[in-house]
């Protein structure tokens, strides 16, 4: 298994995703992201049913970043608990997976360490 996560959240508007987005790349605490959507959500808040736009947002870091960039999201999220998911990347081309981990700086030997 690698250390490569991919982590997702949703927003509630086009312009909020990529502000997550653009961020958390900018920060290099994802070596990318992509911005899905629109996309329709089902959902359960504070017991009632929902349902709405939303618009997912995936990002491609290490485990060694995640928990920094867990905070920006939760710290730059317009919603109070938004949902923040790492999946790990279990399998993937070496030159792919090296590319994550050395822009976001989690490489030996990168630069940005």
């Known amino acids: 298994m690698s250390d490569v996560l991919q982590v997702y959240t949703a927003a509630g508007s086009q312009e909020a995703a990529l502000r997550l987005a653009q961020g958390a790349v900018r920060a290099r605490l994802a070596a990318g992201g992509q911005v899905i959507g629109p996309v329709e959500a089902v959902f359960w808040h504070e017991d009632t049913f929902g349902t709405g736009q939303e618009w997912q947002v995936v990002l491609r870091s290490s485990s060694a970043r995640y928990p920094e960039l867990e905070r920006y999201l939760r710290e ?38």
């Open 76 to 113: 730059h999220h317009e919603w109070t608990n938004p949902e923040i998911a790492a999946v790990p990347v279990v399998a993937g081309s070496a030159a792919y997976l090296r590319w994550v981990c050395t822009t976001t700086g989690t490489a030996e030997g990168s630069e940005n360490t």
